[in-house]
């Protein structure tokens, strides 16, 4: 049995040369059987004066998967059946690229922190009041543990200037 490359994702002609000989030659008509287990498909063939048999099979990615198929071509005339070749087909689909997206991992994110800085101020050299020096020695003396009543001080002493 002769066996065939064929495409499954691509169009494929076959042509074969066909002699029907006999005493009163008769209409002929052709077709291409391709078995599976699950199913059979049938081909119509085409016949030109030179007695050459064209017959094309369109694209069957949709209806076969890769593999071999038994084919069979079938010449009926004037209601006679004949089975003149038979041959495998082994199709397969011709070059296909897939690019599927990679995926990174995220990475940490910088946190952003601030903290806060004690700056000292030169004192000025201006006359403050007594109270408001004297609460600024408590304060610097006691810089986290500062009451309300020692802001509350600090801003009437503001107030009065």
Do not use: W
Not at 42 to 55: M, Q, Y
Not at 135 to 153: F, G, M, W, Y
């Amino acid at each position: 049995m002769a066996s065939i490359d064929l495409m499954l994702d691509e169009e494929n002609e076959l042509t074969f040369q066909l002699n029907i000989e006999g005493t009163t030659p008769g209409e002929a008509s052709c077709r291409l059987l391709l078995d599976n287990e699950n199913m059979s498909l049938v081909f119509e063939g085409n016949r030109n004066s030179n007695g050459e048999l064209s017959v094309i099979l369109p694209p069957l990615k949709h209806v076969l998967k890769e593999g071999t198929y038994d084919m069979s071509l079938e010449v009926i005339v004037n209601d006679k059946y004949f089975k003149p070749l038979m041959m495998e087909g082994n199709f397969e689909k011709s070059v296909t690229v897939t690019a599927i997206p990679a995926t990174r991992k995220k990475t940490k994110k910088a946190i952003a922190s601030a903290s806060l800085l004690e700056v000292k101020k030169s004192a000025k050299t201006t006359k403050k009041p007594q109270k408001i020096r004297e609460n600024k020695k408590n304060i610097n003396k006691a810089k986290s543990n500062v009451t309300d009543e020692d802001i509350l001080n600090i801003i009437k002493a503001l107030s009065k200037n």
